[in-house]
């Protein structure tokens, strides 16, 4: 490697040292201090540079990184007491949930602690006060980034005696692995033959960001991917190659020399994804040329389209005629008027010259004033541009009213911030008019009165706006304000509460998602609810207290209910008592163990120093049913009401099904290890199809274990609709045997195609076959398709050799195709179905294609010539351009090695174009003396390998 002085492996160990310093350095300035008694210690190390072909983010691998070291949190006596511990993942991270290890040290008075992994935070409940110093410490973290950007932050704790910016470590993404190629100067849009232009090219991560440092140094090749056939660009660099330099290369003095429109591509000699440039507008560059509006703008209301439409032409300035074969883009743009002023065309702001003339359609200026146009081709050395003649755009008329700014909620009935009423136009812009406008109250719980200083009043004649001042609402509850004025559509302002606003304690979410109005929620005894409880505590204003992290809300069954059935107990995984996070208490596993109807669920601040304490809010009601003695906790393949889920036959169900038993309160019988569930196919199912065969891998019959029963690897043989199972208790001591329980319906299709693609050899010589044999699993005749991807293929699959191609196997399911590819593609199988298997694809193989070099003349050992011998070389190459298809080669390089100090040390290079035959020709004057070789080599290009001749020896004396 030149210009290193270390070795590739070196030098990623090198970058990966210094960007962790770089972050721990900018990172210092954070940790705790010592001014409080809580501090860290440590930190968890290793995420400073975490790869972002990790991210979660669509196109990462969504893989885990494993933090080393540990983080000890570090208390004085007391310092440690009860609450929450928060730890909170940077922006653009997430943790692993479950994944941390925490661990309390010795520490008297502190009864326990009561970590949770979620993906946003560590949270480390704590129970009891330390009555001496003591430590939590957390290892075993492990995170990965969410964004597809670099990002770097830190892992930030939250709670009492901690300075803020304290922290456990901090976390930084890089860019992934070299991937791709991305212009980071693209080639201009238009310009002449034969001017110059500059362009750079990057190496980036699958996401776009640059990798400065790829390893090995890459070569750039830019080539003309479409264009005229007789068009070229080139650079002023020897064969448009270009070495990176910190993972760009830099192309100068490159030029069209052919008019057209073009693009070009770069690609990597590493094989990195290559990037094509937009349209590329090539014109003829016509120095006594100028452009002329050939119709001129013809104005109308601002925002609507004009009925006169400009059109540009170009012409010679010699003789004043119309250039027809000029090629080039005619751009409008405003050249005087309004600034606020924006002009917009159907389809853009730009069209290209046909005949001479460029026509633009649907062009508009949204606001009006006295306005001209300029008209510009872009082209260096080109047209002369003009301005058009001066035109005008009338005022838009008003159509509806819009509320600018609404009142927030207040305690003493004075509306802040004051009411803003503007006049716009039907799609919303805002226009300057004068209209008379009046506010009303409309009141949607409560009851008031309004007044204002200025009400009704007109908006201003320049802005078409109107501000309210002095509004009180006389009264409490909730309200709107309605703005109306003659001839417009009205409007409606935010709603905002008079008074003593939201209880202080709120649900936020109500148990089963019970809602007014809607049906009488329903859950099961014994059963966690479908929906869990969230409750939240509030200002008077009724503005959630984001800043409360100690009120403590505890959930209990409210008294009087239920109507009917119970008393029931209630019980939450997690406790019934939660700390709020943020002002938000979030319950987790909650149920009610008896039937009942009309029950509803109490929460009370039972400690808080933010909202009195015995505030308290009662949930919406809602029915608990008695549970079923034998039930499925766990549907086969997950099936659920109203949704029939799908699975191949003879293939496990992709989720396997799992029955419990429990009492008459609808409790799991923990005690039972005895019980037998048999599972079968319901008498009767499936509705068409089948019949089919049940089997599982541990038995049909297996023994509950805690009162569970967990089935593995069931599957059914058949096809068919609406297949149901039945779950039977066979023999129990808790209870009665032969009780049952059928599930939900699902369906069984086709068993899926399990098809093997293999290719023989993995790289071929161009002209030459490769083997493909596919092989169905279970063998019979199936006719299928072989595919094709390669750079040619637009990202499309292509059927081989032809649209229409169809293969069929043999009866064991096994065909061997032999197919000359003339580029490097993928390849796989697509199978349709038939009547005995289901549709499938196989794996995917890659078969790439070396060009085909052959040098003449050829001889057999070294051929030995004397100094000024001249000799005619020729290499032909394949493929060769034919019918415009991209992929052939277009030239070709003679390399000179020669034998110097005991190494083969190539000391020229001469590339030469090939003809219409695929042939270059190179006459060589062998003038030094010495051990030398010659061979042919093709350049880097993104369709075919590079080949190269055989080596043809010479000494020459």
Known sequence: MRGTGLAPTSRRRLVAILTSFTLVASLMAFLPGSALAASVTGGLAGGSTISLDTTSAAGGTGSWTLLSSQAQLDFASGELSGGIILVSAPFGFEFQPGSANVQLGVCSGVTGISPTTTAATIQIAVTGTNSAACSITINALQVRPTNTTPTNGLMLVTYAGFLPGANIGGLGSVPGAPFRLDFTTPPPSNIGVGVAFNTSVRVSDRFGNQVTNPVPMDQITLTKSTGPASGFVTCATSGNIVNTIGGTAFFTGCSFNVAGSYTVIASSLSGYTPVTSSAITVGPVVSSSYLQFSIQPGGGPANTAWTQQPQIVVKDSATNAVLTGFSGTASLSIASGPGAGILLCDGGNSRTFSGGYATFQGCKITLDGTYTLTATTGLAGGPTPTNSNAFNIGPVVGNRLSFTQSPSNSLTGTLSPLPIVQVTTAGGTPIAAIHLVTLTLTTISGSGTLSCTNNPDFTGALTGQVTFFGCVVNGTGTFRLEASAPGLLGASSSQFTIGSGSTQVVFFQQPLGANIGGPTATGTAGVPWSTQPIVEVRNLLGERLLSDFSTQITLSIAPGTPTTGGPGVLSCTGGNTATVSAGRATFTGCSINTAGTGYQVRATATSSSTVPPGSRADSLGFNITAAPQVAFTTQPLGASVGIVPTGPAGTPFSIQPVVVIRNAAG??????????????????????????????????????????????GCS??????????????????????????????????????????????????????????????????????????????????????????????DST?????????????????????????????????????????????????????????????????????????????????????????????????????????????????????????????????????????????????
């Open 667 to 712: 409790q799991v019988l923990t005690t039972d290890f005895t019980s037998r569930v048999t599972l079968s196919i319901t008498p009767g199912t499936p509705t068409t199809g089948g019949p089919g065969v049940l089997s599982c891998t541990g038995g049909n019959t297996v023994t509950v274990s805690a009162g569970v029963a967990t089935f593995a």
């Open 716 to 809: 059914i043989n058949t096809q068919g609709t609406a297949y149901q199972l039945r779950a039977t208790v066979s023999t129990s001591s808790t209870v009665t045997p032969g009780i049952y329980v059928d599930s939900l319906p699902f369906t069984m299709t086709q068993s899926a195609a399990q098809i093997t693609l293999t290719t023989y050899p993995s790289v071929v010589i161009w002209g030459d076959p490769f083997t493909a044999t596919v092989q169905f699993a279970g063998g019979g005749n199936h006719t299928f398709q072989l595919q094709r991807l390669a750079a040619t293929d637009n990202g499309v699959w292509q059927n081989i050799p032809s649209p229409s191609s169809t293969f069929t196997t």
């Open 813 to 957: 399911g096994r065909a061997v195709i032999q197919y000359t590819p003339r580029f490097n593609g993928q390849y796989k199988v697509v199978f349709n179905g038939d009547s005995t298997l289901g549709a499938g694809s196989s794996n995917v193989r890659t078969v790439n294609v070396r060009n085909l070099v052959l040098l003449r003349p050829t001889w057999t050992g070294v051929k030995t010539v004397s100094v000024g011998f001249t000799q005619t070389y020729q290499a032909t190459a394949r493929p060769v351009p034919s019918g415009g298809l991209p992929g052939g080669v277009a030239r070709v390089e003679f390399q000179f090695w020669r034998l110097t100090g005991g190494t083969w040390v190539k000391t020229k290079s001469v590339i030469v174009p090939l003809n219409s035959s695929g042939v270059g020709t190179l006459r060589y004057t062998w003038n030094a003396a010495g051990s030398w070789y010659i061979r042919a080599v093709t350049l880097p290009n993104p369709y075919n390998f590079v080949g190269s001749s055989s080596v043809q020896r010479v000494n020459v004396r």
